[in-house]
């Protein structure tokens, strides 16, 4: 496989949201707004490419039986690491995410390419999956959080397009499980249309 | 009073799938059944009781103490993980009843991102020993609460003629999303 070709495959082929079905919690919890599905998918991103590099760069010193907690303590780390920088540097959008930053470390997306990907894989390649994959999800989070900020607030990263309010529903919970599904007609649609 | 504020908080108005959607993988994954899902409910009870006490334990008598809350993360996931073995080992020896029926669901509940969700609510919030585990069984009643309703759905959705694009996954969150809206109405109740 070619290094663009891993970059890639998170982004449409593999998509850890759409195709996958992986980190759902976050996406369904997070996306009340763009912006804050936005900054969760950021958030992941980071952690996602860190840990893929940390752990092809150990890889060869854990011993097999004891590399999924191994796997847990390098994700953690870098969790309570993006944890401490978002409550230091951006302490609103911290709130606003709330138990979400923390959860990070129990999404399936990142124990998931550890153990598939960086465990087998060398220091660069890990590091591209990571960040594509990171991109994948991002897109995913963004893209959802925009439909569901357009309907149910009528605007588009903060900026109103509408008079008044929107569609209040698509803001709450059951907005999130409806348009996800919707969503995820119109992916599985389009992409066996490319096929 | 309290308690009782609590409880039907944490099943009903702030369910923690429907409303704060945490657990949403074993949501969707093991909801096939009811038995399956009633099955995981316990398990996930079961475990979630124990870790509200240990992690209270942790928080307050180690990680406070001793300044380090920012090992918060870290430190509970581990307590998590080795937890559900603790359990897993110790009911197979002690109720092999109880470890046939909840077998194959224990490992499972580790990558639950309810269980640690909980734990780190129960910090924020502040609460007591007892309101946590309060806290923490209301929060695991109302998770198996959607987890069989819903697969209650899902068993009769198996019989209807659904869009062959809508199969599987996003016939199920449209009805997820129609249970979160009917659990909607429960809001402002406390």
Known sequence: ?195 | MEYFAIIIGAIFVNNIVLAQFLGICPFLGVSNKVETSLGMGAAVTFVMAIASVVVYLIQYHILVPLEIQYMQTIVFILVIASLVQMVEIMLKKLSPALYQALGIFLPLITTNCAVLGVAIILVQKEYSLLESVVFSVSSAIGFSLALVLFAGLRERLDFEDVPKSMKGVPIALVTAGILAMAFMGFSGLV
């Open chain 1, 1 to 195: 496989m070619s290094k663009l070709q891993i970059l890639t495959k998170g982004i449409i082929k593999d998509n850890p949201s759409f195709v996958l079905l992986l980190g759902m919690c976050p996406m369904l919890g997070t996306t009340s707004s763009a912006i804050n599905g936005l900054s969760m998918g950021i958030a992941t991103l980071f952690v996602l490419t860190l840990s893929n590099i940390a752990i092809s760069l150990i890889k060869d010193f854990i011993p097999a039986k004891v590399r999924i907690p191994s796997f847990i303590v390098v994700i953690a780390s870098f969790v309570t690491v993006v944890q401490l920088c978002m409550e230091a540097f951006v302490p609103e959008l911290y709130a606003t995410l709330g138990v979400f930053i923390p959860l990070i470390v129990v999404n399936c997306i990142i124990l998931g390419r550890a153990e598939a990907f960086a465990s087998k894989n060398n220091v660069i390649n890990s590091a591209l999956d990571g960040i594509g994959m990171g991109l994948g999800f991002t897109m995913a989070l963004v893209l959802l959080g925009t439909v569901r900020e357009a309907l149910g607030a009528g605007s588009f990263f903060g900026f109103k397009f509408i008079e008044g309010d929107g569609i209040l529903l698509f803001v709450l919970a059951p907005g999130a499980f409806i348009a996800l599904a919707y969503l995820l007609v119109i992916f599985n649609k389009l992409t066996a249309k490319l096929k």
